[in-house]
T-cell receptor
Framework: ETGVTQTPRHLVMGMTNKKSLKCEQH?????MYWYKQSAKKPLELMFV???????ENNSVPSRFSPECPNSSHLFLHLHTLQPEDSALYLC???????????????FGPGTRLLVL | AQKVTQAQTEISVVEKEDVTLDCVYE???????LFWYKQPPSGELVFLIR??????QNEISGRYSWNFQKSTSSFNFTITASQVVDSAVYFC????????????FGTGTRLTVIP
């Protein structure tokens, strides 16, 4: 089952590059999320979008720029990243509006990013 | 503030053994939700279960069972008769009623089932 898809699956970029991660959900959900998973650290929520509107920005550096053109697509634009930004970036979606806790989130396979 | 602790970093068992993965949580909210996810080597987090804070009934789904105890703030996960396909990293997570739908994850337990 491929309810939430992410491309690319792997990405290597230099610190001066600009790249974008793409997420698409086929579940008819209203909220979408970006998480960062670093080695030996818990998953960290980065952004929440509800019906295309950003409702949460968890103090993420401006070198990460999200975009949500519609409720099915979510992008994460990357520019001038640092080596410590290397991680697995996971996208998720939930049926509700993402404004209150308790909604089950369904995750994609992630994009493994390496910044050189 | 919400916090989830999974003290077991790695566990190895031999196939067909039972194994319990521990999860302890902290929250000041009276209404909250607990989750377990499985992350196989492919990377995708697979949803396993969601429980709310008012439902302390234990749940069984096939070889999986969950023991929720508010008195000890624990939500432990047991796999009975483990199989090689159970090898993965398992995450416990907490979401409070108030605020955005933020899942607070533990650091995960890597389970290896040896054939």
């Amino acid at each position: 089952e491929t309810g939430v898809t992410q491309t690319p699956r792997h990405l290597v970029m230099g610190m001066t590059n600009k790249k974008s991660l793409k997420c698409e959900q086929h579940l008819g959900h209203n909220a979408m999320y970006w998480y960062k998973q670093s080695a030996k650290k818990p998953l960290e929520l980065m952004f929440v979008y509800n019906f295309k509107e950003q409702t949460e920005n968890n103090s993420v550096p401006s070198r990460f720029s999200p975009e949500c053109p519609n409720s099915s697509h979510l992008f994460l634009h990357l520019h001038t990243l640092q080596p410590e930004d290397s991680a697995l970036y996971l996208c998720a979606s939930s049926q509700g509006d993402g404004l209150a806790g308790g909604e089950t989130q369904y995750f994609g396979p992630g994009t493994r990013l390496l910044v050189l | 503030a919400q916090k989830v602790t999974q003290a077991q970093t790695e566990i190895s068992v031999v196939e067909k053994e039972d194994v319990t993965l521990d999860c302890v949580y902290e929250t000041r909210d009276t209404t909250y939700y607990l989750f377990w996810y499985k992350q196989p080597p492919s990377g995708e987090l697979v949803f396993l279960i969601r429980r709310n804070s008012f439902d302390e009934q234990n749940e069984i789904s096939g070889r999986y069972s969950w023991n929720f105890q508010k008195s000890t703030s624990s939500f432990n996960f047991t796999i009975t008769a483990s199989q090689v396909v159970d090898s993965a990293v398992y995450f416990c997570a907490l979401s409070a009623q108030t605020g955005a739908n933020n899942l607070f994850f533990g650091t995960g337990t890597r389970l290896t089932v040896i054939p």
